[in-house]
């Protein structure tokens, strides 16, 4: 990870924690990996991410209580506001990150943003986000203890979703990171906890996952997982 890009997810999680707004948010995607870092400490962990893209995660319904205005909280960092698509998805843009704000989606879907008036922001509602938010663990990102999905949950979930990526070079790196994280969990030990996660998922989102383990190198997987 740049050190750049470290010393800034610090100092913007940080206002997050310091404004109340962190404790309701579930750090996804792949800024995941470093923070499992304690998670796998007894084996030889070694995560890299090459990425400029934080997603943090609103679980429904929020608990948001009080007011922050997100946008005037990050512009002395140096944050601006771009709106992604006709919909008008806000990003919040930084020349080393990217931060992006996110809800699950519900029911048939929609490609509106999100309203989240309390922290005056929008967000992307995005399909299989209940499943990285109903498993949780805590971790710590820069010395900020935040909230990440689980390694199962992670990894099953990166799995299933990279097959669903029109973009070859991000569903690959999805591919490969669920994998990796699948087999340091293996190495932990913890095939029953796996097997009992991908078993309780509906039988298509299983055909997902199975699709991305056909590969030379993870035929092995499937066998153990399914």
């Known amino acids: 990870m740049d050190r750049n890009q470290h010393n800034l997810c610090s100092r913007l999680l940080k206002r997050l924690e310091d404004a109340g707004v962190l404790k309701h948010i579930v750090l996804v995607g792949s800024w995941c990996m470093p923070c499992y870092s304690a998670y796998f ?9 090459r990425t400029r893209d934080i ?27 771009n709106f992604k698509g006709s919909s008008g998805y806000m990003q919040f843009v930084h020349s080393d990150i990217m931060l ?4 699950p989606e519900r029911g048939r879907g929609t490609d509106k943003p999100y309203n989240i008036p309390e922290l005056g922001i929008n967000a992307a509602a995005i399909r299989y ?17 935040i909230c990440v999905p689980h390694p199962v949950n992670f990894c099953l979930h990166k799995l299933m979703i990279c097959k669903r990526r029109g973009n070859s070079v991000k569903s690959e790196n999805d591919r490969r990171q669920g994998v990796y994280i699948l087999r340091c969990l293996i190495e932990m030990k913890e095939l029953d906890s796996i097997r009992k996660a991908a078993a309780g998922m509906p039988v298509s989102w299983q055909k997902l996952i199975k699709t991305s383990l056909v590969n030379t190198a993870d035929e092995d997987l499937n066998s153990q997982v399914f």
Not at 61 to 70: G, L, R, S
Not at 100 to 103: C, G, Q, R
């Open 100 to 103: 992006e704000f996110l809800v």
């Open 41 to 49: 400490s007894k084996i030889d962990y070694r995560p890299l991410i």
């Open 55 to 81: 997603d943090l995660l609103i679980p429904l319904p929020h608990k948001m209580m009080k007011t922050v205005d997100v946008e005037s909280l990050l512009k002395d960092l140096n944050f601006v506001i």
């Open 129 to 145: 986000l209940d499943f990285l938010a109903g498993r949780t663990i805590k971790a710590h990102l820069g010395g900020v203890e």
